[in-house]
Structure formats: structure tokens, C-alpha cells
């Protein structure tokens, strides 16, 4: 067995097994949204036509934490189904005292309500065609300016933390769960910690469309991904442990230990913790008919530290021109990649 965590590189080179037969052989059915991303076709191309190589056995998924005790004080009674709705949300709690919106802006946690801004604002297979470094696939979009304009003036509002640049994802978690901000975009990696702390004062939801009508949106990668080297001894054996990664056992396993959500097909695991109950249900919806996407910073090696987390604060504090931040991002990106 091998965790795979750049499946293009170890494609081209050879290094893993093409799963393609032990799918058949064992029928699996795994939604695209799972395995997108850990399939590549003959030219070394990522995406939904390739061949499959490797096997999530969890998914992290982006979503937006809440608290019903802060909420119940400006009358929000259930969690937003629009971002009209969020940001009216948003404008209230300013208006009652309550920080609108906790985010870590040190370390790349502006990057997940972004890139659902983009998503609402120009599709996700624009910008998954991008993150899989599909030709032709660029940033600098129309989409991204938006996003990038309407992150920039909650900025401006007040609706984020006044030291929003130097508050760290550790930082965020602790001071939402003692009560700061109604709001918190970031991921069930997170589920089990804030349930602990705020029990039933937390609720989880997916980042809500731009209307209540548009799907909802959420990045959603593997916690872990495995597939088979290329030179294993015992490829039947491992292959018959990933199909039992797809198992109700090992679903309901991944769910009584982690906050993080199952992968394969079927009904989901049912768990006695609320928040979890809450992640499931959001989990079960984006796998229907959600809007889904790798994470933007994942879209190469480099992109993260050296691009989005110092633009991400330049936009954050006005140093930036909203306009100008797609474009940026994406010299970057073809920088990196030779383009």
C-alpha cells in the first residue's frame, strides 16, 4: 500500500497500479466528486476521464461552522441557505456588537470562503478545470475578481477580525469556540474539536449558493488516499483492502473516530454527536447535487505559501486591488508550472 499524495507525478513515473480492473472486478460505483482527482488519463492529464489510482478512504470537507446562541441573538433561528442571506446575517451581528465572521488570515484560512465565492460567481469545473491543470484553465477570471472584491469589502465592513492577518487557524478555532463570531469558514477536520467545546450551541453548514436556488458549495479532497505501487508483491490483498475501505463497517469506523466524512456510495453512517449528524447531512446533500471542487491552494506544490497567503493579507488589509489579485495568482501558477 502507498498514501498518494501527488497522484501526477507518481502516474507519469510509473510508481502505481491502474485500478481500473479491481473497480470492475469489485463494483465500485464512487461518486466523480471523490475521485476526480485520483485519475489520469493516457497524456498524464488529472480529471474525471482518466483512469483510477489510488482510493480515498475519508474526505475533508470546507463548510461554515455557526453559533445558534450568537445567532439566536439577531433572530437567526437556521443557517443561511444564500450568501444574501449570510451577509444580511452578517450585517446584523455587526450592527448587535457580534463579530460577523472569524477567519484566519495568517496561514491561508481566507482560501475557503473565497474559493466558494468563485464557485457561486463562475462554476465549479471552471475552477476544478484549473486546480487539475486542465490547458487553457486560468485564474484570472471574472469569477475570481468577484470573489475577490466581495472578501475584500466584508473586509472593509468589519464583518472579519480587526487582526484578521494575524490570527492563525489555531487561533481561530479557540476563539470562535469561546464565542467569537457567528460565523467560521473552515473544514470537518475542525468537527470534533468545536463540538466538544460549544456541544450544542455549533452548527455546521455547506457554503450556501449566491440564491437559495444555486447548489451549494464545498472543496472536498481525501483525508487520506491510497492506491497500490506499481511493484507490490500483494496487489489482490491491498486491492481487496480498498475495497473494504468502501465497506458500511469502515465507514461507520471513519465516522466514530474522526470528523471527517466517509468516502464511497450507499447511506451514510449515523452518529449519536449532533455536529456530526449536522456534517453527514451537508456531506450527503453536496454528494447529490452540491457544487464540489478540489482546494485552490492544492492546485501546486508552491501556490499556498508563496502566492494566496501573502495576497490573501494584502487584500484582507486594502494593501491590494481586488481587481488585481486573480491575475497575480495566476502569473504564479504558470510561473510554477513552466506555462
Not at 24 to 36: I, M, N
Amino acid at each position: 500500500m502507498a498514501r498518494v499524495t501527488d497522484i501526477g507525478s507518481a502516474v507519469r513515473g510509473n510508481h502505481l497500479t491502474n485500478l481500473e480492473e479491481y473497480a470492475d472486478a469489485y463494483g465500485w460505483e464512487l461518486p466523480d466528486a471523490q475521485t476526480t482527482i485520483y485519475r489520469v488519463d493516457d497524456e498524464g492529464q488529472i480529471g474525471a476521464d482518466g483512469d483510477l489510482y489510488a482510493v480515498p478512504s475519508s474526505l475533508s470537507m470546507t463548510g461554515l461552522f455557526w453559533n445558534k446562541d450568537l445567532g439566536a441573538k439577531i433572530g437567526l433561528t437556521e443557517a443561511p441557505k444564500s450568501m444574501e442571506e449570510l451577509e444580511d446575517a452578517m450585517a446584523k451581528a455587526k450592527d448587535a456588537g457580534i463579530l460577523p465572521m472569524m477567519l484566519p488570515g495568517k496561514d491561508g484560512g481566507a482560501s475557503f470562503i473565497y474559493q466558494a465565492l468563485m464557485v457561486n460567481a463562475g462554476g465549479a469545473d471552471a475552477v476544478q478545470s484549473w486546480i487539475v491543470q486542465n490547458d487553457g484553465a486560468s485564474f484570472d477570471t471574472d469569477a475570481a475578481k468577484t470573489a475577490a472584491e466581495t472578501l475584500q469589502s466584508w473586509a472593509e465592513a468589519g464583518y472579519l477580525p480587526s487582526d484578521v492577518n494575524a490570527v492563525d487557524a489555531s487561533t481561530a478555532l479557540g476563539r470562535f469556540t469561546a464565542g467569537e463570531g457567528l460565523f467560521f469558514p473552515s473544514g470537518n477536520w475542525n468537527v470534533a474539536s468545536v463540538s466538544e467545546a460549544m456541544g450544542d450551541a455549533a452548527g455546521f453548514t455547506s457554503y450556501p449558493g449566491t440564491t437559495e436556488s444555486d447548489p451549494a458549495t464545498a472543496a472536498l479532497n481525501a483525508g487520506s488516499a491510497f492506491g497500490i505501487p506499481a511493484n507490490a508483491k500483494n496487489k489482490n490483498a491491498a486491492a481487496a483492502f480498498l475495497d473494504y475501505l468502501t465497506t458500511e463497517e469502515a465507514r461507520q469506523i471513519v465516522i466514530d473516530n474522526s470528523g471527517y466524512a466517509p468516502a464511497g456510495d450507499g447511506e451514510l453512517p449515523t452518529s449519536g454527536d449532533a455536529l456530526v449528524t449536522e456534517m453527514l447531512t451537508v456531506y450527503g446533500d453536496l454528494m447529490s447535487d452540491g457544487a464540489t471542487t478540489d482546494f485552490i491552494n492544492n492546485a501546486t506544490a508552491g501556490i499556498q505559501s508563496s502566492t494566496l497567503i501573502p495576497n490573501f493579507q494584502l487584500l484582507l488589509d486594502g494593501s491590494l486591488d481586488a481587481a488585481e489579485f486573480p491575475g497575480i495568482v495566476q502569473s504564479a501558477y504558470e510561473e510554477e508550472l513552466g506555462k
